[in-house]
T-cell receptor, first 109, second 110 residues
């Protein structure tokens, strides 16, 4: 069963704009991670936020976690054409990690 | 350099012809897993292994086998492939915080 669900499924923005992607999940988690995937390639880890954290930053990335709503958001500020990719959230509980279907981000130059 | 290496990267095979996708890691991670990725479905876990000789089913194990005879290798076996196993497959390791993915294996079963 799929736990993480991203919203929107696809997002198209202009270079320089911010991109926000959301993720919802269903059960309790140890941590939540965001990954990026360029077309047909392996996923690359972006950022991890633990269940006892509410916000985390890494460069142009900002992740928030609301465990009461079972949701997370990924904000990419000042987007670049090179940010064009699919973004997945993944939740980990115990030894199982479950991925959502992803958000496809297209940044127009 | 930390690596997860899987082979082959691309394969077209026929229904029923057994095949193995190899996976090797150089990070000494105990946890390894296999995922398949299909359009609109994200990544689904096929099997995972928490250590040598310890394997367990993920969400979509039907039609697949795995083995973990040594820490660094975790091959995925399709005993009798069928067209619905056409997919992009990823091997991955996990260090408790981060998942490290291989580059993927595109498999087409005709």
């Amino acid at each position: 069963s799929q736990q993480g669900e991203e919203d929107p499924q696809a997002l198209s923005i202009q270079e320089g704009e911010n991109a926000t992607m959301n993720c919802s999940y269903k059960t309790s988690i140890n941590n939540l991670q965001w990954y990026r995937q360029n077309s047909g390639r392996g996923l690359v880890h972006l950022i991890l936020i633990r269940s006892n954290e509410r916000e985390k930053h890494s460069g142009r990335l900002r992740v928030t976690l609301d465990t009461s709503k079972k949701s997370s958001s990924l904000l990419i500020t000042a987007s670049r054409a090179a940010d064009t990719a699919s973004y997945f959230c993944a939740t980990t509980g115990g030894f199982k990690t479950i991925f959502g279907a992803g958000t496809r981000l297209f940044v127009k130059a | 350099e930390a690596q997860v290496t899987q082979n082959p990267r691309y394969l077209i095979t026929v229904t029923g012809k057994k095949l193995t996708v190899t996976c090797s890691q150089n990070m000494n991670h105990e946890y390894m897993s296999w995922y398949r990725q299909d359009p609109g479905l994200g990544l689904r876990q096929i099997y995972y292994s928490m250590n040598v000789e310890v394997t367990d089913k993920g969400d979509v194990p039907e039609g697949y086998k795995v083995s973990r005879k040594e820490k660094r290798n975790f091959p995925l076996i399709l005993e009798s492939p069928s067209p619905n196993q056409t997919s992009l497959y990823f091997c991955a390791t996990y260090d408790g915080n981060t998942i490290y993915f291989g580059e993927g294996s595109w498999l087409t079963v005709v």
